[in-house]
Structures are given as C-alpha cells and as structure tokens.
C-alpha cells in the first residue's frame, strides 16, 4: 500500500516562510516509473487546485499565483517532494496536499496526501 505523508505546514505571518515536504512510502514501482510529482493546495469551500509541479526530469512548472514566492523540488532518494513557500500571503492560507503520479506498463496510478494545513495571518 502506497502512503505520503505531509508535513511542514503551520500558522505564519504574512512574509514569512514555510517548507512542505511529502514522503512516500510503499510500492510506488521503480524510481523511474514516477513521472509526476505536485502540491495542490485546498481552501475551505473552495476546489482543489494545482501550486506547482515537477515531472520526472526535474523540470518545475508553477501557477503564476505564487512564481517567484514558491519553489518546487523532489529528491529521488527518499521518494519525497519539498515546496518552499516564502513571502506568503493570506491567500496562501489552505490545506496544502502532495500527488504522486506513476506509471507502470499501461496503467497511471494518482496517489494523494492527506494534506497539511498552512495558515497565513495578516
């Protein structure tokens, strides 16, 4: 069974700074079947939406809310995905949750965080 665990988030002050990190754990496959790692972040009452990205040759993609503030990363090593978030604003604030994409033969497995909350005060 395939598990990531978050964590990192927490309550900040507008400017400040917060890293994330996801850990996977169980059969993902080989490190060469995960092809996409991500954050998506949820605010209440509002849809899941995608922070940033970064596919399997280490290339980030970021949505223009937060280019310049946050900073996506990955480390093959421990199967885990960082998301360095500085200069955060109130809008920030959301459950923050990592995805794991891998592919193995024909199939594409998604697998999701439970999440971590950040909370960004004025």
């Known amino acids: 069974q395939v598990q990531l665990v978050e964590s990192g988030g927490g309550l900040v002050q507008a400017g400040g700074s917060l890293r994330l990190s996801c850990v996977a754990s169980?059969?993902?496959?080989?490190?060469?079947?995960?092809?996409?790692m991500a954050w998506y972040r949820q605010a209440p009452g509002k849809m899941r939406d995608l922070v940033a990205s970064?596919?399997?040759?280490?290339?980030?993609d970021y949505v223009d809310a937060v280019k310049g503030r946050f900073s996506i990363s990955r480390d093959n090593a421990k199967i885990a995905v960082h998301l360095q978030m500085n200069s955060l604003k109130p809008g920030d604030t959301a459950t923050y949750h990592c995805?794991?994409?891998?592919?193995?033969?024909?199939?594409?497995?998604?697998?999701w965080g439970q999440g971590t909350p950040v909370t960004v005060s004025p």
């Open positions: 169980g059969d993902l496959g080989s490190i060469s079947a995960i092809n996409y």
């Open positions: 995805r794991v994409d891998t592919v193995i033969g024909p199939t594409k497995y998604i697998y």
């Open positions: 970064i596919n399997s040759d280490g290339t980030p």
